[in-house]
């Protein structure tokens, strides 16, 4: 599980490559280890990534790629700042303040949820449909799945008299990571809804040369516990 501060336009592509320095354009990448010895990567040209801030923790490592505009004041905190104060509501309030002035928010912190192939759990309490982005749209109670994506690549739905009660969607961010989103009606009483669409939408991502992924904040317990098939026994 990685922990991470993002922006909403942020996108998870821009931040898992190798060698762990996001290629973004018109940003500073910035490494800090544990002492918060920071090293300065120069912007890599051809991938857009402005306004926005992502800080994430991996490895015992912190990386940032962050707007230029705010790169100093951003840096000179993290470099005063432990880890564990960063990812925190006193982290969100204070990076918030830097970056106010330059028209953006901080969000967060969350986690990350991925897993292997090999270790992804396939829950099967519900059949499970799996509908074109038209066909979705056609159905979908778009002020109840708002936690889906509606310009999705496939929905995975329970349906109940011609009605999704339940419904998880995949969201192509790019080099092969699609994101899970998910959601299940409020009224609806039957248990593993919630598992069932995620675990589908997974496979079927894995089945297609995808890696799924989803982000979750630490206080939403429901929805951590639907993204179960992200953690191996």
């Not at 564990?84 to 830097?98: A, K, N, P, Q, V």
């Not at 069932?196 to 429901?222: D, E, H, K």
Request: aromatic share 12%; charged share 20%.
């Amino acid at each position: 599980i990685a922990q991470l501060l993002w922006v909403p336009e942020s996108t998870l592509v821009n931040i898992i490559e190798e060698p762990l320095v996001p290629p973004l354009s018109e940003t500073t990448c910035i490494r800090a280890s544990e002492s918060s010895t920071i090293s300065t990567h120069e912007p890599l040209a051809g991938h857009g990534f402005k306004d926005s801030i992502w800080i994430f923790e991996y490895d015992q490592n912190i990386y940032l790629g962050v707007d230029n505009d705010a790169r100093q004041e951003v840096q000179d905190f993290l470099s005063k700042t432990h880890k564990d104060m960063i990812f925190s509501s006193y982290g969100t309030y204070e990076l918030s303040r830097i970056t106010h002035q330059y028209g953006y928010y901080v969000w967060g912190p969350s986690w990350v949820l991925f897993a292997e192939e090999n270790d992804w759990i396939d829950i099967n309490k519900h059949d499970v449909e799996i509908l074109s982005r038209n066909e979705f749209n056609k159905i979908v109670d778009k002020k109840v799945f708002w936690h889906n994506d509606f310009n999705c690549l496939k929905a995975f739905s329970v349906i109940k008299n011609e009605k999704i009660i339940a419904s998880a969607t995949l969201t192509d961010i790019g080099n092969n990571f699609v994101e899970i989103g998910v959601d299940t009606h409020p009224d609806s009483q039957l248990s593993g809804l919630g598992s069932t669409v995620y675990s589908a939408a997974g496979r079927w991502a894995f089945q297609n040369g995808m890696i799924p992924f989803s982000s979750v904040g630490p206080f939403n317990l429901s929805l951590i516990h639907i993204s179960e098939p992200t953690r191996p026994y």
